[in-house]
């Protein structure tokens, strides 16, 4: 789309904002002229340096819009409902496009569902600028550069911070509740996560030593093992409580900043270290032993011994796999108690 589009989008949306809700608010979401009230408040502007350049948030956002997965959680966990938020296509339990975790946080807040940015296609720019954001927050995303340059034609935008995909929930936190001016805030979120993760780990102290393969396993194409690097939030998550990482992951990951990699089948034996391959699919299904009656992967010694953790695919469960503000209060011992089992 052209700028000059986008512009016109975005000012036909301002002419529409007494329509479109509310945005800012402490415990509920109060009403966009609340907000305004306190646009000028100390602590701003704000600037905030990301992989894809500097982001100046001039003044405390009354609108907020976000793209990409859980980047809307931030400013919910904040109190703070989002104008448009993106739509979720996995992980969905009633096809509303909007998580357990999230449906419950909105409940909370006495909010209605934001306008949700069907992102199956990309980045929905049209009704992004539709919402007339003050500010989009990206800090967990795989932004192109010149979708990046799109969105800033729309509001300031917070890209993620070095790799991407590879922002972690204590990174998403922090860069996104700075473009809010609630920085204090985000810190004691952290925290406050941060405490009921260790809790949910205390229950299962053989996890502490336990090197897990996050996997994603085509049942129709064993030829190959596909898994999540270091750079992903999956295994990532993990790492950064002290839990060790297998060999394979170690060594792809120094190869690439990507998020995913794959190996033959026929290098099954760099997985000798595995303590538990986790992968996703029907937990009542035969994919363990379908992995056991195959020549290659058979000699992986964790499937040789039925250390499988299979994540019931496109479940809330599942999602919560790749962390995010919410999503680890509502189901962190759920999750753990899913992986210990493969133990």
Not at 23 to 48: C, K, L, M
Not at 142 to 171: C, F, H, M, N, R
Not at 176 to 189: C, D, K, V, W, Y
Not at 236 to 241: K, N, V, W
Request: charged share 20%; with cysteine; net charge negative.
């Amino acid at each position: 789309m052209r700028a000059s589009r986008l512009l016109a989008l975005t000012a036909t949306a301002l002419l529409a904002i007494p329509l479109a809700g509310c945005s800012i608010g402490d415990g509920g979401g109060g009403a966009a002229e609340e907000g305004a009230a306190s646009a000028t408040a100390a602590g701003f502007p704000v600037v905030i340096d990301h992989a894809l350049g500097q982001t100046t948030v001039p003044e405390k956002p009354v609108r907020v819009a976000t793209v990409a997965w859980a980047n809307h959680e931030v400013p919910l966990a904040l109190g703070i409902v989002p104008v448009g938020m993106s739509k979720a296509t996995w992980g969905d339990d009633d096809g509303d496009g909007v998580l357990p975790w999230v449906e419950d946080k909105l409940d909370e807040l006495g909010a209605e569902t934001p306008v949700l940015f069907d992102e199956t296609d990309g980045i929905d720019f049209e009704a992004v600028a539709a919402t007339a954001p003050d500010v989009i927050l990206a800090a967990y995303s795989g932004l192109t550069q010149e979708e990046y340059d799109t969105l800033t034609k729309i509001a300031p935008v917070v890209a993620y911070p070095e790799v991407a995909w590879g922002t972690s929930v204590q990174q998403m936190i922090d860069l996104n509740a700075r473009a809010l001016g609630r920085q204090s805030e985000g810190e004691q979120l952290i925290t406050d996560i941060d405490a009921d993760v260790q809790s949910a780990l205390d229950t299962h102290p053989k996890m502490r030593d336990t090197k897990f393969l996050f996997s994603y396993i085509d049942a129709a194409d064993l030829s190959k093992i596909g898994f999540y690097t270091a750079h992903d939030t999956r295994p990532g998550f993990l790492a950064e409580l002290g839990l060790p990482l297998p060999e394979v992951v170690t060594e792809e990951s120094a190869k690439t900043d990507g998020f995913y990699a794959e190996i033959s089948a026929e290098q099954a034996d760099r997985l000798a270290d595995v303590d538990v391959l986790v992968t996703y699919g029907d937990p009542s299904g035969d994919l363990v032993k379908r992995l056991q009656a195959d020549p290659l992967l058979s000699q992986i010694p964790a499937v040789k011994a039925g250390h499988v953790a299979v994540l019931p695919d496109a479940t809330p469960l599942a999602a919560s796999a790749n962390p995010s503000p919410l999503s680890i209060g509502w189901g962190i011992d759920h999750y753990f108690d899913a992986l210990a089992a493969g133990i």
